[in-house]
């Protein structure tokens, strides 16, 4: 309890920090070797419904090089798994979440923004297992969606702020809700301890082991009311996904 054990706790720490910092940079190193190696097939697979299940068998072993080593933990007792052709909805608080998420639930696609496409490790992946966030992704999901397909969407469009809760929600995730008739699927993930958010470097993991939690609610169905204009109704339904997500991260 003296200064001098203060100061070998404070060493450990430090030790135990920079292992953890350099065991994520090796598996993020892992990570990029692994999309440029895979590239090639996915540009000849071409099809999301062919290159995700390759993409999927390729970031289980990442999640669970990430759990081995003791970086993170995860706990998905509150996550349902078995839905199909669902729309989902989550927060984003960290870089690997679409990595994660896709490697618990099957059968899912994401939505992902334009600057991945632009990643020289991801490019190619990316574009061959993600949809288009412009005006035509309504036409483009639904084909995905009756396939039994889920597509998840981050409705912030970037990772949540470091300090908790969401940045404004954008409205484009309740009209793809309302104009494809799909299941809504509400998702919280909550963290421990914050790593791998915008502003963090993969070498900041801090000294222990990082729990992400997991929670999901169960699919709702909102038809479009052909009476009122379509704004309002996706107003209102954009405040509800943020109220179920937030809901939801307290519990995960």
């Known amino acids: 309890g003296g200064p001098l054990d203060y100061s070998q706790g404070c060493a450990m720490r430090r030790v135990r920090s920079v292992v953890r910092g350099a065991l994520s940079l090796v598996l993020f ?14 540009l000849v697979l071409r099809s999301p419904r062919r290159c995700q299940p390759l993409v999927r068998a390729l970031w289980i072993p990442l999640t669970g090089l990430f759990r081995l080593f003791g970086i993170i933990g995860i706990d998905s007792r509150n996550l349902s798994t078995g839905f199909r052709g669902c729309i989902i909805a989550a927060n984003h608080p960290s870089l690997i979440d679409v990595v994660l998420i896709t490697a618990l639930i099957p059968r899912t696609l994401y939505v992902a923004k334009a600057s991945l496409l632009r990643n020289p490790f991801m490019a190619a992946i990316v574009h061959r297992t993600s949809l288009p966030v412009d005006e035509h992704l309504p036409d483009a999901v639904v084909p995905y969606l009756k396939d039994g397909w889920n597509v998840l969407v981050f409705p912030e469009g970037t990772r949540s702020p470091v300090e908790g809760g969401m940045h404004p929600l954008h409205r484009g995730v309740a009209q793809l809700v309302l104009r494809t008739g799909a299941p ?3 998702l919280g993930i909550s963290l421990t301890r914050r790593i791998l958010s915008k502003a963090q470097s993969p070498w900041d993991m801090g000294d222990s082991r990082v729990i992400y939690g997991f929670s999901s609610d169960e699919p709702s169905v909102h038809r479009p009311d052909d009476s009122r204009a379509l704004r309002p109704q996706a107003v209102a339904l954009t405040d509800e996904i943020r109220n179920r997500i937030t809901a939801l991260s307290c519990r995960a």
């Not at 190193?29 to 895979?38: D, K, N, P, Q, R």
Request: proline letters at 6%; one cysteine or more; glycine letters at 18%.
């Open 29 to 42: 190193a892992l990570f990029g070797v692994g999309g440029v190696l895979i590239s090639p097939l996915a």
């Open 184 to 186: 809504l699927v509400c």
